[in-house]
């Protein structure tokens, strides 16, 4: 699953420490979402997209899906 985590935190100018701070998870935890080595449970999705005030759909993509929402 691809995501736009990284993209969207270094925007607004935080840390993965203050990120995961933010979530209440590990900044290891930021580091995996970010390269796409962890798909967060759908609470973290939910939040990381709230957090961003983001649609889910805006932050994380589904890989080959091309379909129009």
């Given at each position: 699953?691809?995501?736009e985590v990284r993209t ?52 994380f993509h589904v890989d ?6």
């Amino acid at each position: 699953m691809r995501n736009e985590v990284r993209t969207l935190r270094t925007a607004v100018g935080l840390s993965q420490q203050q990120l995961g701070e933010a979530m209440e998870v590990s900044r290891q935890t930021i580091n995996s979402i970010e390269k796409e080595r962890y798909t967060p449970s759908l609470p973290l999705a939910l939040a990381l997209a709230r957090y961003f005030e983001r649609p889910v759909e805006e932050v994380f993509h589904v890989d080959g899906d091309d379909r129009d929402p």
